[in-house]
């Protein structure tokens, strides 16, 4: 360094013109920095921004104070910042009913708001008359917060305002999926007041978070008190968001300079250094100019163009600002920021000496910062001609302080005044630094000795709960509970945290309660949850993937994760210990699985090594007893520790009586679930005919299914009574007749369904009708009676669902079973039932005891201690033993008949919605639904079921996949690279046609097997299809079936299934030669899937550019979305894609989609200026077909046998369909064909281009050398 004087005088010289500039300008009773001299609005985010300045020199007086006067400079400037801060922080404790209902509702009018009077710190607009909602300002605030409090700065002085504060943290932790108006204030670039979900926000969120954990706000003068508490999960989830958006801002902006404040100084929000270089390449190479950054792209604020008179834009009319926006300075003092950072001192030279250029030197000699540079009106003619030729002028504030706070950061760094660490204390910018490999620590506690005991047979030692005393172990629910409590004030009227939601890496912690230990177990293995907790498989996948997901995510935190699993009761599969369980205990022994290091062992040895939270806020304090627990934390303590892991009943089930076979009847309510499915398969359109065509095929489709017959050996006619029934039962014949039954039904076909696709009719029947069937019924009670006493009879799981279904759908779900001359038999203990449903006081509960669980022969009796019995009860016993047999149709359909939920529905569907996809439910095109916005729990569940009718087991089916796809797109966002909408109905077609490809048979066998499948084989085969892996289905037992996968594509491979079939073959063994129909499938798995090729949408925007407009499928898009939207906006993209969604075709859309390619090439070369006008992208496919056909006659070629006859007569089955069942009237051959070579669908698609548009020329020389 100089000598002393010399800093100093340079010091001296920084500390007059921070006076001048800043400080002068600061509110003396509040603190404020009012907006410029005419408007006395003070914004949070520029306030922060301007003191940043005066914090940075009050640190560099603090190293050179040797000096009375320079210690009493640095007092001054601190206690400047105080000021400051306090004077937020009261203007925002005024609002705190706002905080309190925002945590709630989430809405922009209940937000705080984003300016006050500099004044008097009081609102100065209504909520209504501007964008308030800005999470990055209240961020912002937070994050400086936390630093200056790091640096040594006392800025909170009470407890109530640690509690506000706390409060603030729970306003901002939702940042990932609440729609704001961002750094700009303007929501959506149109300036229409739509609020959007925002990177910059995102970013700064997560930044807040991360810096507010754990902080004392007190310095080091605090005790557990005052200190913040976040759950990591929150700030996480910001983080995964803000990756999958980056370089992204929003859907209507592209792009973002505002951006820079998150990857760089002051959020450092990014942890991959390669996304933090794209980013800021992506900003520097599209809005990079002369003069600073552009904001965003098509920016209209303060250009000549734009029309001051009114507030908004017309969307027509954002071309206009194209090239001409305002840069602003700003940015290139963020960048010196962020090189400086970096500790690359050519690229601070180069930016500083830029800025330079362009500073506003005053009167007296200092260099000012505008705010902006615009074109001016006489040059913005030549400006649009050659972007970035004319010079520009000065508008709005100079000097702008936001940037001139920043611009004497930059050059105290720049000067060696401050070192880049004393600007951070935290050391957030040490974040994207590679670190050492986490390990995860993992314990297993088994419920009881028994347990322990069963374990240690396979060399598994562990502790049970007595033994890990005085550790306690507990479900993540009271977790959830203690977490309400944080945040607590009476005296303010706040009320804690309201999300009841706690993720692995808050389970993955230890908690210290005074002197007690707990440990929790994860959320999503808590038990009450949901049928797929009842598949070992899953949960055990599901571990796998918690512990890849907390090596990749602890981060920040002092200590190893600790993931704390129970062996109970519950879990075991008639009585042993399943194998995917034992499988995967066996390879954490071995200290890695799938890749992950970790560590088996117990609690006790991992105290030290282990995260450990203080729970110190659940104390009195409000009360003046800090060291006692609150009360009601005692007695929820007091009541949870002893009952929290108690085994809970399940049925109680014991042995009865089998009866004779002769008590067996036949009855109408036969097929009663299959009548409910909806998965279509066989039709070519894929399940995408009107809806009159669907009911004819609903009810065409009853036939006996294979366990009707599963105990005679005759097959018996659908109509046939039994011997026992004889002719007196004739008219519960005719009834059977109320359903056509297609005689054309192969009859092994009929055999193989299983209770699969019975489950999908069940629930089809809308209440309406339910009520109409109440009160004409056309049966007697008798009927009732008999369908009761048959239930009573029949040992079969399936036909106890068939009966139920018919009794829900005549009789509704609350009617009482009980009637005159019910006969008792012994008496039975009532177990608890599920707690899924609201219990109604007068509903017992039911117990149907059985004889040994996994035989075929179950015999019920409907015991009530002198109480009602529901049918809803009858179900929810039915549900509990069709889960206890893996019954997973049955289970999937009873699941939903009883309204049972997926717990984690509104958050799977939020986690895909944050990440940019849009999701559709329902099968296309007739009701199929778009989800845009995150909806609470229960209206989703009502769209899902206004989707699918009374489909209930697609309804549930459709719930666990997109849980499923939420999982994946946490794990492996590249699997949905390219796809926009995730269209969940169409993705369950195509599963049930990839089955019925690789098993050979018909559709409804393959949804009746689809529906049959267990969870984890269900999220295989989803994975699978997402990946375009190839796979084979083995048979694992009869009736369940396996996906694996196939290591080579092209070995032919034998898909080998054993479905035992009736009629006594082995096994049917389906060869399939991959080859044939490879593109085919290929082409169907992208159009279902919506996956296009890399940078489609933007290419398609050029093609609109040159035309007037592209029609697919009767839908236009209009050249004037180009006026509209940039090439790379999101809602450019959706627009597109909801075009496509039209063809319900998903192999015809992809052919649609390689035209357009075929178009954009055609754009990209320049081989003609302009395409003309509307282009019908699908009279380019049908004449590529029509070539395709010619070529095919000339050469003999396969598709002869079809559509290419010579006869020109026979193209069409008598369906009208084509003979080779290619859908919208293309040769199934040319679906089937390579994209590349001389008779790929590429090379048709380029020749139907050059006879369809007219503007390609068709005589003479064209160069067309291949690239």
Not at 1199 to 1215: E, M
């Amino acid at each position: 360094m100089r000598s002393r004087s010399n800093s100093g005088v340079r010091l001296d010289y920084y500390q007059r013109i921070v006076h001048r500039l800043i400080m002068s300008h600061q509110e003396p009773v509040t603190g404020l920095f009012p907006a410029s001299n005419v408007n006395s609005h003070a914004w949070i985010r520029d306030n922060v921004y301007c003191i940043l300045a005066v914090w940075g020199l009050s640190m560099a007086y603090k190293k050179i104070a040797d000096q009375d006067e320079d210690r009493a400079k640095c007092y001054e400037l601190e206690q400047s910042c105080v000021k400051l801060m306090r004077g937020l922080l009261m203007a925002m404790m005024n609002q705190k009913d706002k905080v309190e209902t925002f945590k709630i509702t989430q809405n922009p009018l209940d937000s705080l708001h984003a300016k006050y009077s500099s004044r008097n710190g009081q609102p100065v607009v209504g909520d209504g008359e501007w964008g308030h909602l800005q999470i990055d300002a209240v961020s912002l605030y937070l994050l400086i917060l936390a630093q200056m409090t790091a640096s040594g700065l006392q800025i909170v002085f009470s407890l109530d305002e640690v509690s506000f504060i706390q409060n603030l943290v729970f306003y901002i932790e939702s940042a990932y999926c609440i729609p704001d108006y961002g750094i700009w204030e303007r929501g959506d670039k149109t300036n229409h007041g739509e609020p959007e979900l925002n990177a910059s926000s995102i970013g700064m969120a997560k930044a807040a978070l991360e810096a507010m954990n754990e902080l004392d706000l007190f310095g080091a003068r605090g005790g557990p008190a005052s200190v913040i508490h976040v759950l990591a999960d929150e700030a996480h989830k910001c983080q995964a968001v803000l990756q999958s958006m980056l370089p992204r801002e929003s859907n209507s902006k592209e792009l973002d300079s505002g951006i820079l404040c998150v990857i760089g100084f002051p959020a450092f929000a990014v942890d991959d250094p390669q996304l933090i270089h794209n980013t800021k390449d992506a900003i520097l190479s599209r809005l990079q100019g002369k003069y600073g950054c552009k904001r965003f792209l098509r920016d209209g604020y303060r250009t000549p163009k734009e029309d001051p008179s009114r507030l908004y834009y017309e969307r027509w009319e954002l071309r206009m600002f194209e090239n001409i926006e305002c840069e602003w300075p700003l940015f290139y003092c963020y960048l010196i920021l962020f090189h400086a950072f970096q500790n690359d001192k050519m690229a601070v030279k180069n930016y500083a000496e830029r800025l330079e250029r362009i500073m506003v030197r005053s009167d007296d000699g200092i260099l000012l910062i505008p705010e902006s540079y615009a074109v001016p009106q006489n040059l913005v003619a030549n400006e649009y001609q050659h972007p970035g030729s004319q010079s520009r002028e000065v508008v709005g504030r100079c000097p702008f302080l936001w940037g001139q706070s920043l611009f004497i950061l930059g050059r105290l760094l720049q000067e060696g005044f401050l070192a880049v660490g004393e600007l951070d204390p935290l050391n957030r910018r040490l974040g994207a630094q590679k670190k050492p490999d986490v390990v995860v620590q993992v314990v297993i506690i088994a419920e009881d000795n028994e347990i322990r005991d069963k374990l240690a047979e396979h060399d598994l030692h562990v502790q049970t709960i007595a033994e890990v005393a005085p550790i306690e172990v507990q479900p993540a629910r009271v977790l959830s509970h203690l977490y309400t409590y944080l945040g607590r004030n009476r005296k303010l009227g706040l009320t804690g945290r309201k999300s009841r939601d706690v993720g692995i890496l808050s389970t993955s912690k230890l908690y210290s309660l005074k002197d007690r230990i707990f440990a929790f177990t994860p959320q999503h293995i808590d038990y009450e949850e949901y049928y797929t907790t009842r598949d070992p498989d899953l949960l055990a996948s599901n571990f796998t993937t918690n512990l890849a997901f907390l090596t990749n995510n602890w981060r920040h935190m002092l200590g190893r994760p600790t993931i704390t699993l129970m062996a109970t009761h519950y879990m075991l599969d008639q009585d042993k210990i399943p194998l995917a369980m034992i499988q995967t205990m066996r390879k954490l022994k071995s200290g890695y699985i799938n890749g992950t290091r970790v560590m088996l062992g117990n609690l006790k040895d991992f105290l030290n090594t282990s995260a450990i939270t203080d729970l110190s806020f659940l104390g009195s304090t409000e009360d003046g007893y800090p060291d006692r627990l609150h009360p009601d934390v005692q007695t929820y303590l007091d009541e949870h520790l002893l009952r929290s892991f108690s085994h809970r009943n399940t049925m109680n089930l014991r042995g009865g009586q089998l009866r004779p076979r002769s008590l067996r009847r036949r009855m109408s309510c036969k097929g009663a679930i299959k009548k409910t499915r909806s998965i279509n398969v066989d039709s070519d359109t894929l399940g995408m005919e009107g809806p009159t065509q669907l009911s004819e095929r609903r009810l065409s489709s009853i036939v006996p299914p294979p366990w009707l017959q599963a105990n005679k050996q005759n097959h018996i006619s659908v109509f046939a009574t039994t011997p026992e029934e004889g002719p007196a039962d004739q008219s519960e014949i005719i009834r059977e007749n109320i359903y056509p039954i297609d005689p054309h039904h192969n009859r092994t076909a009929m055999e193989r369904r299983s209770e699969f696709a019975r489950q999908q009719e069940i629930q089809n029947i809308p209440k309406i009708l339910i009520q109409r069937h109440r009160t004409d019924n056309n049966f007697a009670d008798t009927e009732v009676e008999e369908l009761i006493a048959m239930l009573r009879e029949t040992e079969n799981l399936e036909e106890q669902g068939d009966i139920l279904q018919y009794l829900v759908d005549t009789q509704g779900l609350d009617f009482n079973t009980e009637i005159e001359g019910n006969f008792v038999e012994e008496p039975v203990d009532i177990g608890s039932s599920s707690n899924d449903e609201p219990k109604v006081a007068e509903m017992p509960t039911v117990v149907i005891d059985t004889s040994n669980i996994n035989s075929q022969s179950q015999s019920e009796g409907m015991l009530e201690e002198g109480r009602v019995v529901t049918v809803r009860d009858l179900l929810k016993g039915l549900y509990e033993k069709a889960c206890q047999q893996k019954l997973w149709g049955l289970v999937r359909h009873t699941a939903g008949m009883l309204g049972k939920r997926v717990e984690d529905l509104a958050k799977a569907v939020t986690d895909l919605l944050v990440r940019q996809k849009q999701v559709t439910v329902g099968m296309p095109p007739n009701n199929e639904y778009t989800i845009t916005a995150p909806l609470p729990e229960a209206e989703l569940r009502q769209l899902i079921h206004d989707a699918y009718g009374d489909d209930e087991s697609t309804a549930m089916l459709t719930q666990e996949l997109m849980v499923y796809l939420a999982m994946f797109i946490r794990t492996e966002p590249q699997l949905f690279h390219e796809m926009l909408r995730l269209r969940v109905g169409l993705i369950i077609q195509v599963m049930a046609k990839e089955l019925s490809r690789t098993l050979n048979c018909d559709g409804e066998a393959a949804s009746e097997h689809l529906l049959n499948l267990s969870p984890f084989e269900m999220k295989n085969l989803l994975y699978h299809i997402l990946s375009g892996k190839e796979f084979a289905v083995s048979s694992v037992a009869r009736g369940s079936l396996s996906i694996v996968s196939c290591k080579s594509s092209r070995v032919s491979k034998k898909s080998q299934i054993g479905l035992g079939d009736p009629e006594g073959e082995d096994a049917l063994v389906a060869t399939i030669d991959d080859r044939q129909g490879q593109w085919l499938r290929r082409r169907r798995l992208d159009g279902a899937l919506n996956r296009v090729p890399r940078d489609f949408y933007s290419r398609v925007w050029t093609v609109l550019e040159k035309c007037q407009g592209l029609a697919i499928e009767g839908r236009i898009l209009q050249q004037s979305l180009t006026q509209e939207m940039t090439p790379g906006e999101l809602k450019f993209a959706l627009e597109v894609e909801t075009a496509l969604n039209q063809i319900p075709q998903p192999e015809y859309r992809q052919l649609v989609v390689e035209a357009l390619m075929v178009l954009t090439l055609v754009t990209e070369h320049n081989m003609v200026p302009s395409l003309g006008g509307v282009i019908y992208v699908e009279h380019l496919v049908h004449k590529a077909n029509q070539l395709f056909l010619e070529d095919q006659r000339k050469v003999q070629g396969d598709a002869t046998l079809c559509c290419a006859k010579s006869n020109g007569k026979d193209h069409q089955a008598a369906s009208g369909m084509l003979l080779c069942g290619g859908a919208a009237y293309i040769c199934q051959h040319l679906y089937d064909s390579a994209p590349s070579g001389s008779y790929g669908t590429m090379t048709y698609m380029a020749r139907a281009v050059a006879l369809v548009l007219d503007c390609v020329p068709k005589h003479g020389e064209m160069d067309c050398t291949i690239s």
